[in-house]
């Protein structure tokens, strides 16, 4: 058994007497803390009351905010990825004097409607970066954080582009997997803006860490190439040091905070302090011992205008920085604020129709990978917004054009990014990179492995926020590698996952349609679901209008009198077009449905989705995945059990050649013509 270490004893009068100012400041944090969490009934107490000396020096002499414009492009990024512990954010929020977080919000903590939510959610309230909870997520997003700022510095110069990211981990978030693949990261390129706080408090829920793990993490870190201090996480002297210490650093920072949860409760060093402390007796015991007299949910004046005097530190600063900005030619202003906005330039919807335009002259038989590096070819030189990216996988992938360069330490201004075999720190970073703004990224890996990645997907959908997902080799049509890496439920799993956009393209024009429409996203993350095998272009005539924005659309309509619809994405659009061919020869009309983005076609209006599937015919759905979610298009829209089928996967794949493992699990011309004629 490992050794169940006894935390060292805290004497809170000394820590009181020592630094009064700064205790009083502090105290507030814990008590707005108990308080809400007592109401609630519901939260985390503990870790507020433990890292309130952290975060109260942090705000006090570190971070470069202004409570008053919370979205000052050039603030530094403070996460809390122990997201739990959302009330010592929100304390902090309500005592700088941010506007949406008066004390009402504290009051209805955890409640209906507040923004104080459970968790932090980024899209409730300005001066919430990111979503947290997920533990580890935060650490990981912080990476994407540091990376676009050092991009955006290397692109704007440091007179618009100069902060840093500093973060709030803690046990829960180093034990999470995510953080190896972000760690290892940071260390790589050298963040040297990143700086992480861990909450060394030695307690998670089950009890104390040594349960379940042993890792010496300031080793760990170290191996990772980053700088690290071991400090008192009550002493604010000792912690203003270490932040001075660790901005010089030249490297990621880890500061170890040693640290007691639930700070002078009765549950302090216990897990039961990890959780709601909703007992009052005790929350009044702790109070006093802090020496804190003031009823519930009140900080008297003069210490919340000290907070509040923190609160507007930085806005000298800010109006400089304003300054700086407009004395920008108007040029670069505008292209500084575009970028800000996350508005996509004018030119990406001409650059996207020339490459139709060609295609369609050209008719060339490419994979839709393929046909996304082609798109990616004319888009990236119009959009130095665009950060690709690849898992390992940039030759499969196909993510790197020409022009980007590579991301690295002398070379901050590539715009490519060798993530290694790290696909969920990927993702996460990628939202990081969103949520800083002034970035587009995307990236690639094997359809097959967005379940590496999911967690950190899952949140880009919650977070409202717009990375592209370039998911390549989507089906058993990848062939050889067999079923380990052919996805079959991947995109039900997608689709299932509200508000994110899967585009599954036929050929190069939808593929190049897909990337116009991925890119002018503001608010939903997309999924390009891409081929590795050849498709032949199904789109053969020019049309100016990107088709794929309506997601659904009839490609091919019946020659004679409809008797079959067949519905079809990506791959096997082509092949719904054969089966149309062999069903038309034998005099059964029918009509040929490309379906890129079920999401889209489903934010169409009744009207136009009456025209695209219209009630009567067989219904035939075409798809190399499971079946799961198709039922909507077959059975709802006007559709009818006894008129329905659906040919595609059962069960996992299996390794041959790609067109062998079509032939043997039925997805052809011949068994798509069957169906329709079996239920005729
Ligand atoms: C991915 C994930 N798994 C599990 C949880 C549930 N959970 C919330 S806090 C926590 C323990 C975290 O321990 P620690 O980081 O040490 O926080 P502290 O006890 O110091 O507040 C767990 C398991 C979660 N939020 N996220």
Not at 11 to 32: C, E, G, N, V, Y
Not at 161 to 183: N, R
Not at 489 to 513: G, I, K, Q, S, Y
Not at 655 to 676: C, H, M, N, Q, R
Request: with cysteine; aromatic share 8%.
């Amino acid at each position: 058994m490992p050794d169940m270490r006894e935390e060292p004893d805290v004497d809170i009068d000394a820590l009181r007497t020592a630094h009064p100012d700064h205790w009083s400041k502090a105290t507030a944090i814990r008590a707005l803390t108990l308080d809400a969490v007592a109401a609630a009934n519901s939260g985390h107490s503990g870790m507020p009351m433990g890292m309130a000396d952290v975060a109260t020096v942090l705000f006090e002499k570190h971070l470069k905010f202004d409570a008053t414009q919370p979205n000052w492009f050039d603030r530094d990024r403070f996460i809390l990825s122990a997201g739990h512990g959302s009330m010592l954010l929100y304390s902090l929020l309500h005592l700088t004097g941010y506007e949406e977080f008066p004390i009402e919000e504290i009051k209805n903590f955890r409640q209906w409607g507040a923004r104080t939510a459970g968790h932090p959610e980024n899209f409730l309230a300005k001066g919430i970066e990111t979503t947290t909870g997920p533990l580890g997520q935060g650490i990981a997003n912080s990476v994407g954080f540091a990376m676009a700022e050092e991009m955006l510095r290397a692109q704007f110069g440091k007179k618009l582009v100069d902060h840093h990211t500093y973060v709030i981990a803690g046990d829960g978030c180093l034990m999470e997997g995510v953080s190896e693949e972000a760690i290892s990261l940071a260390g790589r390129h050298q963040l040297s803006k990143l700086i992480v706080f861990w909450d060394n408090n030695n307690i998670t829920i089950d009890g104390k860490v040594e349960l379940s793990s042993t890792t010496d993490q300031v080793s760990r870190f170290k191996a990772n190439n980053w700088h690290v201090q071991e400090i008192d996480g009550h002493d604010p002297e000792a912690i203003d040091a270490a932040i001075t210490a660790a901005k010089k650093a030249g490297k990621p920072s880890m500061i170890a905070c040693k640290t007691h949860i639930a700070l002078g409760h009765a549950a302090q060093d216990t897990s039961k302090g990890h959780g709601a402390l909703a007992n009052g007796e005790q929350n009044d015991a702790a109070k006093s011992l802090w020496g804190w007299t003031a009823s519930a949910f009140e900080v008297p004046a003069d210490i919340k205008s000290a907070w509040e005097e923190i609160g507007r530190r930085g806005t000298e600063e800010r109006f400089a920085w304003e300054e700086r900005l407009g004395a920008l030619s108007d040029r670069k202003q505008a292209e500084f604020t575009r970028r800000m906005d996350g508005e996509v330039p004018n030119k990406l919807s001409s650059v996207v129709r020339a490459l139709k335009k060609q295609v369609a002259e050209t008719q060339p038989t490419v994979a839709t990978r393929k046909a996304s590096e082609m798109a990616l070819e004319v888009i990236n030189p119009h959009m130095a917004e665009t950060i690709g990216g690849s898992a390992d996988l940039t030759g499969s992938n196909n993510t790197l054009t020409g022009d980007l360069g590579v991301f690295d330490i002398d070379n901050r201004k590539g715009r490519f990014v060798h993530w290694g075999i790290r696909e969920h720190g990927m993702a996460s970073a990628m939202n990081g990179m969103a949520l800083h703004g002034g970035i587009k990224p995307y990236s690639g890996t094997f359809f097959c492995f967005t379940d590496y990645a999911r967690p950190a997907m899952r949140l880009s959908a919650l977070m409202q926020i717009s990375p592209v997902y370039v998911m390549t080799h989507d089906s058993i049509g990848l062939g050889e590698d067999g079923p380990t890496h052919q996805p079959v439920e991947h995109l039900a799993m997608c689709r299932a996952t509200p508000n994110m956009l899967v585009f599954r393209p036929a050929d190069t024009t939808e593929t190049a349609e897909a990337w116009e429409l991925a890119l002018s996203q503001k608010g939903s993350p997309s999924v390009l679901s891409l081929s590795r095998q050849n498709l032949p272009t199904v789109r053969t005539e020019y049309k100016t209008r990107n088709l794929t924005a309506q997601g659904a659309y009839v490609l091919a309509d019946s020659n004679g009198k409809r008797q079959a619809i067949l519905m079809a994405t990506g791959s096997e659009v082509s092949i719904a077009m054969a089966a149309k061919e062999l069903l038309e020869a034998e005099g059964i009309g029918t009509r040929v449905v490309s379906m890129p983005c079920w999401e889209l076609f489903e934010a169409q209006d009744e009207a136009y989705r009456k025209k695209v599937l219209p009630a009567g015919a067989v219904r035939v759905a075409v798809e190399a995945g499971v079946r799961q979610g198709w039922d909507k298009w077959l059975l709802g829209e006007r559709g009818r059990e006894a008129k329905a089928g659906f040919v595609g996967m059962e069960g996992f794949g299996a390794s041959a050649p790609a067109d062998e493992l079509y032939e043997k699990f039925g997805i052809t011309a011949e068994g798509v013509a069957a169906k329709v004629k079996s239920l005729l």
